[in-house]
């Protein structure tokens, strides 16, 4: 059974920060691109970030760089997203996913194919 799990998401004071963890299990890890997506109420679910097979190349929203970090650990089937500096507009149920096809980036939540159930983040001003 194919699953991705989320962890680590909650209430934080703006300025804060936070460390979103997502455990895959019964699935392919490690020759898929993984990514972070986030949706806030009555808006679309919006990329984040992504990372891609091996962890050497790393890619974020314009609204979120220089301030989220994604990381990977295919020996542990496990992606992070550490949140730093988080803003009231980051508050969103943010969900884990991973690509559709084997060595290849998009953006495009379309093409994901693997969904976690999502952690809400909430944050504060």
């Known amino acids: 059974q194919v699953q991705l799990v989320e962890s680590g998401g909650g209430l934080v004071q703006a300025g804060g920060s936070l460390r979103l963890s997502c455990a895959a299990s019964?699935?392919?890890?490690?020759?898929?691109?993984l990514g972070w997506f986030r949706q806030a109420p009555g808006k679309e679910r919006e990329f984040v970030a992504a990372?891609?097979?091996?962890?050497?190349?790393?890619y974020y929203a314009d609204s979120v760089k220089g301030r989220f970090t994604i990381s990977r650990d295919n020996a542990k089937k496990t992606m992070w997203l550490q949140m730093n500096s988080l803003e009231p507009e980051d508050t969103a149920v943010y969900y884990c996913?991973?690509?559709?096809?084997?060595?290849?980036?998009?953006?495009?939540?379309?093409?994901?194919?693997?969904w976690g159930q999502g952690t809400q983040v909430t944050v504060s001003s």
């Open positions: 019964g699935l392919t890890f490690s020759v898929y691109v």
């Open positions: 996913a991973r690509v559709s096809r084997s060595y290849y980036y998009t953006a495009k939540k379309d093409e994901y194919d693997a």
């Open positions: 990372i891609n097979w091996i962890g050497s190349r790393t």
